[in-house]
Structures are given as C-alpha cells and as structure tokens.
C-alpha cells in the first residue's frame, strides 16, 4: 500500500459534481502539484475543505474544493483527499489523468475500502455492509445494512467469540490442576452456554434467504398457461405497456424482469413464456427459461382464465407446488370481469391461495398488492440489523458443527482437552467473519462487488 491512488468515486456521466478520491502516503503531495488556493493543501488542517482550481502544465482544468483527511482519521486510515470538479464526461477524466501524471495510480476495483480494512478503520462484516448498502434494492436492506455498518453485528461476533474462549480457557485450566482434583467448571452449565450459541448460530445462519431479499429483492414469477393473462397482470403491476400483449398462443417466448416497489420493498416481478407442450423450438427453449426462474422464486403467481374453468390450472399448480416445494404459490383466477357477478363466489378452484382478478379492468389489483407485500414482509421479518451473506452463513453453520461435536464430548465425557479443541475452532470460525483471520482469496471474492473508486 505504498502506492498513492485515485479514482472516480461518483457515477461516471453528466451531473451536477463529480468526485475524485486520491489515497496514499503521497496523496496530498500530489495534489498539491495540480491544486491552487489560497493555501498550500500540506499546511491544511485534518477535515477541512478548500476552494482552487486544477492547474496543470499552465492549464485551467477547472475550478474546485479539495477536502483534507489525513491519516489515520480518514475512510482508508491513509491521507486522503477529495476533490469536487463540475459533473461530465470530460473534466473528472482530465483531473484523474492529471493526478497519475502528478504520480497517482489508478485504483483498482474497490481498493479504497480494502486499505481501510486492512488499516483497521473496518472489520469484513462492515466492508460488506459498505457494499449492501451501494447495491440494495430495498430501503429496509439498506438501512439494515448501515446499522451493520456500525459495528453491531461485529460486536455480537466478539461477544460470543470472548465467551468461547472463556469456557475453553477454563476447561484448560482444569489440566493444570488434575492432581489436586479442582474442578473450575460445570459441564453442564457448558453445555447450556454450547446450546445457546448453537441456537444464536443456527438462527442466523437461516436469516440467509431473508437477507438476500432485502438485499436483491422478492422474486415473484408469474407462470401459467398460454393466453391465461399473464403479460396483461405484468404490465398492470408495473402501470406501463411493458411486455406485449396478443392473443395469439406463445407470445411470450424469453421472459421480462422489472421492479416494482411496494412501500419501500423491492419486488423483482418476471413474465414467464406460457406452459404448454409444444413443437415450436423456440417456444420450447422459452419454456426452459420459465423452469430456472421458477427454482429462484420466493413467490409463484400462477394465472387462470377463469372463463375456461376454475379448475383448469390446478393440475399445474400442484406440479410447480411438488417441484418447487419451497416456494409459496397462488393462484389467480383472472378474467372475473367476463363471468356473471352472481355466479363469481362459487366458482373456485378449492385451493388454499387463491385470489379473484381481472388484470384488464384492474378488478382485485390492491388486494394482490397487498398480499406481495404481506408475503414479502413475512420473508424478511427474521432480520432485523444483520444481513447475513452466503459467506456468513457457510462459517455459522461450520461453528455449529463444531460446537455440536464439542456438546457430544462432553455427555461422552471426554478429556477437557478434546472438548477445549472443538470450542476453540469454534470461536476461530467465528473470528473469520469479522476478519481476524482471513486469506487473498477471501478478500479477493468480497472486493470482486466493488466498483472502482470504492
């Protein structure tokens, strides 16, 4: 980390500003090559923020602030500074180019953070908070994400780490003492903290799927035969001409993904090509893609022409419900707008999900809104200020293991050393999420979400 780097920090494209981060041991020396005010940026204060212009080989770049933060108080825990210049294509890549011909090197993807981790201004769960937090897209998954960024989750971490180390400690201590026959702990109070942990553990280790809604959204397919109005509800939902809509069988070859968002929820919606045997080639293939969707659903809508019969879709409601067993399924009885209003309460198809739409005339729509968002509400209500990923959820259930064959030794009444030794691996699988331990490849797979200038 020797070397001073910079990189755009803001989106890329026209706009109001634009920022330039530059982080290094020579940060402020080489903005002080192309930076002009009032003051030298050297003889500024840590925190403090200074109007000038970038000026290079006697050329105005353009009028800007460069704010001061030197080390360890600043994002990476190096110097660092930032600089404001007007948005565009232009004038950010004439700076950037003018600070590495000052002696800057471009960043790499999400290099910024990485010298902050090791620098130990954050441990990994807060590092990958920083990148929840850019790709979330849910308001509750961001907010939750900036309260890990607090250290919440790291600190639980600790908490249960210092507990394990405590009960193996103890248990050690009882080897130096074997003669004298002192007993330091009670195996079965151990044994109850073991439990607690491999609860806490387990809990969150489910959290996952939760968490992966808030942090990418509620997956809902919309699947069903041919001509049931499946692109019709599509396009309601999203109150614009999205998918085509025809009457023609198979219109729908690929699927269509949007968002819609429903109070501060993000639910992914995806049109699906209609089931049915076909010879068609492409219609086939189209059908394939619906079987993928389908397996990453947390929700399947399946859609009925109730005109036909109530009952038509229930052969493929129960084939998707024994295929897809861990996915919730609803199905829709569409088209209520075209059936005798005396008759519609005793048409049903005597499935437990079902609702009564029209997603021509918008007959239902609210109380389909309302049931996307109950269900959506109800996946992620198990988490609440930790967004468990799949690297977390691999390393709790690691520890859970271990802790379990440390429970099995004791009620076999192993020597305190066997038991010391799981209790311990334990707590060092615990260390690795937040970081006290880790390797290239780790940091390697964390940082491969970043963009450049994170």
Known sequence: MNKTITALATPPGIGGIAVIRLSGPEAILIADKCFFGRNALGDAATHTIHYGSIIFRGKIIDNVTASVFKNPHSYTGEDVVEISCHGGMVVAGEIIDTLIECGAVPADPGEFTRRAFLNGRMDLTQVEAVADII???????CLTAARQLTGEFTARMKILGEKLVKIASLLELELDFSEEDLEF??????????ADTISFCTELADSYKAAEILRSGFFVAIAGYPNSGKSTLFNTLLNRQRAIVSEIPGTTRDYLEE???INGIAIKLTDTAGLRESDNIVEI????????VLKLSNLILIINDITISPEQSNKLYKKIALNYPDSKIYLLQNKIDKVDENNIGRLSSGIEHELKISAKK???INNLR???ENEALQNIERTRDILINQRHAILLKQAVSE???ALYAIS???QNELIAIDIRKAGKTLGEITGDTWNDDVLNNIFSRFCIGK
């Open 412 to 414: 076999s009444n192993m």
């Open 285 to 292: 293939e189209g059908i394939k893609l619906v079987e993928s």
């Open 362 to 364: 918008q007959i239902g």
């Open 370 to 372: 309302n049931m996307l």
């Open 259 to 261: 968002i819609i968002y």
């Open 403 to 405: 802790l379990q064959s």
């Open 185 to 194: 702990t009670d195996r079965n109070e151990i044994s109850n903290q073991i």
């Open 135 to 141: 790709h979330s897209l849910s308001v509750p998954g």
